[in-house]
């Protein structure tokens, strides 16, 4: 799978649309196939730990509902979507979608989606926080993008947060192969003209008050932060109501202090990598040893699993710091280089590991991944 940006490089595109306005990208994907069929699709939204969706209108009221689904004869053969979220978590084709867009970086990835419509199907206009590629599989869908601003959103349903019909500024039809980058902010609505598969990688990013609140509970979880405001260098106050200057400073400082890189990067480290959906791991962990993984990368790829988001700050990974699935991992620095592989290819060959095949603190650390199926030997 090759993503084709046309007249753009990736550097262009990051310069003029990313984040600032739409694109339709005609024929990204040449001869784009379905990374699964609509059966395999009703068969992921069967599963209950798989998170799936359902929309579509009833007596004109707007109705989502929530998976697992077992039957969609009652919903006949026009106006609904079912949407399964984390393809990727399921599904290691997806993986290769997700590796055309690696010139933005996995931390900023929340996952691939993938919408299956009737004719008529849509979820309604509205607003997404997101920025996504909606890479159009088979069918067509029209597409209709509004201009950013002032748009007044509503539940359509308790589930369900549309905005008012919008003036487009796009109005087009997407065929296979054929991608809408939309930033966040822009409305849209997409419906579908046949049945049609779309696949939508997103992207999510978070707000301060997200970040600030998951901090607080990061830092009692943790017992740190535990610094009270000091003042032994307290000069007399005149002005018994007032906080001056100085003890404004203290406040701040206080809490600038407690704000430092170790924490920003341990915390958003463990949050960056801890995965919405459920991930395919094994239900107990499993019984590889050293000797096995030895022998069988010589003729196996080790495959990261899907959805498994694991990274490294370039500005700590010498001390052997990654994080892995919501953790940190501690390695030790002599392990450093290792980690930049682990986090950066998807797939781990005897080749691209070959400088660690005799270490055996390298080997044990691996198994335990593989044991927790974090990392999975190539079936074929
Ligand atoms: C869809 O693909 O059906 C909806 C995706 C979106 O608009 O976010
Ligand atoms: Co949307």
């Known amino acids: 799978m090759k993503l084709e940006l046309n007249d753009l490089t990736p550097e262009q595109f990051l310069a003029e649309y990313w984040q600032k306005k739409p694109l339709v990208i005609r024929q990204g994907f040449k001869n784009f196939q379905d990374l699964l069929s609509a059966d395999e699709m009703a068969g992921l939204a069967s599963d209950e730990l798989v998170e799936s969706r359902r929309v579509f209108q009833k007596d004109e009221q707007w109705q989502a509902e929530f998976g697992p689904f077992e039957c969609y004869e009652h919903l006949g053969e026009k106006d609904w979507t079912l949407i399964v979220q984390a393809l990727n978590n399921w599904l290691p084709a997806a993986e290769d979608l997700i590796q055309c867009f690696d010139f933005i970086p996995r931390w900023r990835l929340d996952d691939v989606m993938v919408s299956f419509a009737t004719p008529g199907g849509s979820v309604g206009p509205h607003i997404d926080l997101y920025d996504v590629f909606i890479c159009q599989g088979s069918g067509s869908r029209r597409w209709r993008v509004g201009d950013l601003g002032g748009h007044t959103e509503f539940a359509a349903h308790p589930a369900l947060l549309h905005c008012e019909p919008f003036e487009p500024i796009l109005d087009i039809e997407l065929n296979t192969g054929d991608i809408l980058y939309l930033p966040p902010g822009y409305p849209h609505d997409g419906i579908s003209l046949e049945p049609s598969m779309s696949f939508s990688v997103g992207y999510r990013t978070a707000s301060a008050s997200d970040m600030l609140s998951g901090i607080a509970d990061y830092l009692i979880d943790n017992e740190l932060g535990k610094e009270q405001i000091a003042d032994p260098d307290r000069s007399i106050s005149t002005k018994s109501g007032c906080v001056t200057p100085a003890d404004f400073s203290r406040i701040k400082q206080q ?9 920003i990067s341990q915390f958003s480290g463990c949050r960056l990598t801890t995965s919405k959906c459920e991930l395919d791991l094994p239900e107990s962990e499993l019984g590889f040893q050293v000797s096995d993984l030895v022998e069988t990368i010589q003729s196996k790829d080790l495959i990261r699993l899907g959805g498994l988001r694991c990274l490294y700050f ?31 290819d998807p797939v781990l060959t005897a080749d691209s590991l070959a400088e660690w095949m005799e270490n055996s603190a390298f080997l044990e650390q691996m198994v335990v991944w593989i044991n927790k199926g974090y990392w999975y030997f190539d079936e074929d």
């Open 255 to 263: 809490l600038l202090d407690t704000l430092d890189d170790k924490l």
């Open 314 to 344: 370039e500005n700590s990974y010498q001390q052997g710091i990654l994080f892995i699935n919501g953790e940190t991992e501690s390695l030790s620095a002599d392990l450093a280089d290792v980690i930049p592989i682990l986090c950066n």
